[in-house]
């Protein structure tokens, strides 16, 4: 069985701080972890993706995401947070790409 | 090109009543998805289709849900007899291929059963 968990369903942080999404993942097999946002009144869209390449995974808007698979995290970074970030994010997980496993979802909030 | 459609955007229903939500994906693609995003919750898996063929039911809440999917293009998801707990947005995504291509979202069907 697999299941992601995303500890904190509201963070809050300044404009220029760093941001830091927590996503930890249950998997018996090598899993696939996906970062997607959804902007206010619109639809998901994915951020980045592991597939089992390289650890560290570079996205849109300069999000990254590290694998972890000694602590099965994949936590999403940004350096400086922008107001145009603000929104809902996604965290999921598959091993086949037949099932998709998603978080229940962080919001993120900007503050000037 | 034109992205993932969804229709209806919205539908209110009476509690017994059976609805029909469509779904358009981005033509060409092969592989196409149904999840459900209740208020608070993240998205369910509900189903997917790997052409006209959806091998793994399971993930259906109950036999009242059922998906079909024709010409490898669009797709219903039916829910006969709504009940309240069925309220909930129904998202739609399609990717070229089964696989680790990226999945692209519809705007989703937000349902209300009254």
């Known amino acids: 069985a697999q299941s992601v968990t995303q500890l904190g369903s509201h963070v809050s942080v300044s404009e220029g701080a760093l941001v830091l999404l927590r996503c930890n993942y249950s998997?018996?097999?090598?899993?696939?972890l996906f970062w997607y946002v959804q902007y206010p009144n619109q639809g998901l869209q994915l951020l980045l993706k592991y597939t089992s390449a390289a650890t560290l995974v570079k996205g849109i808007n300069g999000f990254e995401a590290e694998f972890k698979k000694s602590e099965t995290s994949f936590h999403l970074t940004k350096p400086s947070a922008h107001m145009s970030d603000a929104a809902e994010y996604f965290c999921?997980?598959?091993?086949?790409?037949?099932?998709?496993?998603f978080g229940s979802g962080t919001k993120l909030n900007v503050k000037p | 090109g034109a992205g993932v459609s969804q229709s209806p955007s919205n539908k209110v229903t009476e509690k017994g009543k059976d609805v029909e939500l469509r779904c358009d994906p981005i033509s060409g693609h092969t592989a196409l998805y149904w999840y459900r995003q209740s208020l608070g919750q993240g998205l369910e898996f509900l189903i997917y289709?790997?052409?006209?063929?959806?091998?793994?039911k399971s993930g259906l809440p109950s036999d009242r849900f059922s998906a079909e999917r024709t010409g490898g293009s669009v797709s219903t998801l039916t829910i006969q007899r709504t009940q309240q707990e069925d309220s909930a947005v129904y998202l739609c995504?399609?990717?070229?291929?089964?696989?680790?291509?990226?999945?692209?979202f519809g705007p989703g069907t937000r349902l209300t059963v009254l």
């Open positions: 995504a399609s990717s070229e291929r089964l696989g680790p291509d990226t999945q692209y």
């Open positions: 289709f790997q052409g006209n063929s959806a091998p793994d």
């Open positions: 998997s018996s097999v090598p899993p696939y």
């Open positions: 999921a997980v598959s091993s086949n790409f037949n099932k998709f496993y």
